[in-house]
């Protein structure tokens, strides 16, 4: 074949291929208009199901149709937080661009506010601690104090969630607070900054002459596993010969930290197994060298321990490693998936459920909150109680052998 022969042969198949992409796209486009002009055989290969079709058809018509011009990006997220909604689950989320930073800020244990860690109360938010060098330490807030008003609006009868919210705000701004200190009300006025939450706490106590080693996690974030091995180890060096694994408010986070956070306490066997429609059915096992594997242990637990942290306390109690004390978990027996949209936002679906290694969900039907795990010692801690009950009975128990559930 010539040289000739061969170009023109070569811009023939060039000029079919960058036909063909044209049909494609003006296919497409002529179908995401008006589905129906494209023939039948090929509607679904360019444009879609037709669920798809419609829904694209519907949000083409209000765009063009509705009396004043709408933002951009609104339908799109509208449709789709919309969507989400009617699932009737409250664990599936659609985050638009800005809360999906949000989001990703809190998995990354950042988040701007006044730097302490809550529970509720009749009357607001009960602090429980405050970060050091953090705008509440600052302006002299402690633990055991409350917090009942946020800029002048009163939190009493809020959830936990919704008074916290009311005390965030962007960084530099400024927020008075009406704080209950020993019976006294004062006012004070804390500027709200970026926090980076401590992800693990730890300290050492003696009771009875026996050194208990105390771990508090906050959430399973990226990299949790590793601060809690450290903080065993440090504890470890100290001389600890138990210990007390603090999961209270935890409320869970990546499932593969769970079972690297319980292989740090046992040394083989299943930690979870988790089951979905679209997702591989997998089983999640202890893995490395355990740090503390058979030192006494308790874990504490309330209605805030949920998902990550359920697994790791459910294979602790299956597996007969440790003692749960405290009160009844939170009961979510799913998982979820984050899936990024190319809007900069993000769907957390729920994929699949997850099991303990007995083989129990902890969760209700679907989506429904369950049962969650019940604790070997129930000890209820009082709503307004400056006293942590829950962790004197643990301290009791591995310290002395006795049990305090007052």
């Keep these: 074949m010539t040289r000739r022969r061969i170009a023109i042969t070569a811009l023939i198949a060039a000029a079919s291929v960058l036909a063909a992409v044209l049909l494609l796209v003006v296919g497409i486009w002529i179908g995401g208009r008006n589905a129906e002009?494209?023939?039948a055989p090929l509607r679904a290969a360019l444009v879609?199901?037709?669920e798809q079709i419609v829904v694209r058809e519907a949000l083409n018509d209000i765009s063009d149709t509705y009396y004043r011009k709408l933002p951009p990006g609104q339908l799109a997220n509208d449709a789709i937080g919309g969507?989400?909604?009617?699932?009737?689950?409250?664990?599936?989320?659609?985050?638009?661009?800005?809360?999906?930073?949000k989001f990703e800020d809190s998995q990354n244990s950042r988040f701007t506010g006044i730097g302490v860690t809550v529970d509720s109360t009749k009357r607001g938010l009960l602090i429980r601690s405050v970060y050091k060098g953090s705008p509440a330490k600052e302006v002299g807030i402690e633990s055991g104090d409350q917090i009942i008003a946020a800029d002048g609006k009163s939190?009493?009868?809020l959830t936990t969630e919704e008074a916290s919210e009311l005390v965030k705000g962007p960084a530099g701004t400024k927020v008075k607070l009406t704080v209950l200190h020993e019976g006294e009300e004062r006012t004070v006025y804390a500027t709200r900054r970026a926090i980076s939450v401590p992800v693990v706490a730890s300290a050492l106590k003696t009771v009875c002459g026996k050194?208990?080693?105390?771990?508090?996690?906050?959430?399973?974030?990226?990299?949790?596993?590793?601060?809690?091995?450290?903080?065993?180890?440090?504890l470890k060096r100290r001389g600890a010969k138990a210990y007390i694994f603090d999961l209270r408010n935890n409320g869970g986070g990546l499932v593969d930290e769970a079972q690297l956070v319980a292989s740090a306490f046992i040394s083989s066997g299943p930690i979870v197994t988790t089951r979905g429609r679209s997702v591989p059915t997998r089983t999640l096992r202890a893995t490395g060298s355990p740090v503390v594997p058979k030192a006494p242990l308790v874990v504490l637990t309330n209605g805030g321990t949920a998902s990550a942290s359920e697994i790791v306390a459910g294979a602790l109690q299956d597996s007969g490693r440790a003692t749960l004390v405290?009160?009844?978990?939170?009961?979510?027996?799913?998982?979820q998936q984050v899936?990024?949209?190319?809007?900069?936002?993000?769907?957390?679906?729920?994929?699949?459920?997850?099991?303990t290694p007995k083989g129990r969900n902890l969760g209700g039907k679907g989506v429904s909150q369950g049962a969650g795990l019940r604790p070997d010692l129930l000890v209820k801690q009082?709503?307004?109680?400056?006293?942590?009950?829950?962790?004197?009975?643990?301290?009791?128990?591995?310290?002395?052998?006795?049990?305090?559930t007052k």
Excluded: M, W
């Design 326 to 335: 405290g009160e009844k978990t939170f009961g979510k027996g799913v998982f």
């Design 155 to 157: 939190l009493k009868g």
């Design 83 to 101: 969507a989400v909604k009617n699932l009737n689950d409250r664990f599936s989320n659609y985050f638009t661009p800005a809360q999906y930073e």
């Design 48 to 50: 879609g199901s037709d």
């Design 211 to 234: 050194k208990i080693g105390i771990v508090a996690l906050s959430q399973f974030s990226s990299g949790a596993h590793a601060e809690v091995y450290a903080a065993l180890e440090k």
């Design 37 to 39: 002009v494209v023939p």
């Design 339 to 355: 899936l990024e949209l190319s809007n900069g936002g993000a769907l957390d679906i729920t994929a699949g459920q997850y099991f």
């Design 382 to 404: 009082p709503r307004d109680s400056r006293s942590d009950v829950a962790l004197k009975a643990a301290l009791a128990k591995l310290g002395c052998g006795r049990s305090v």
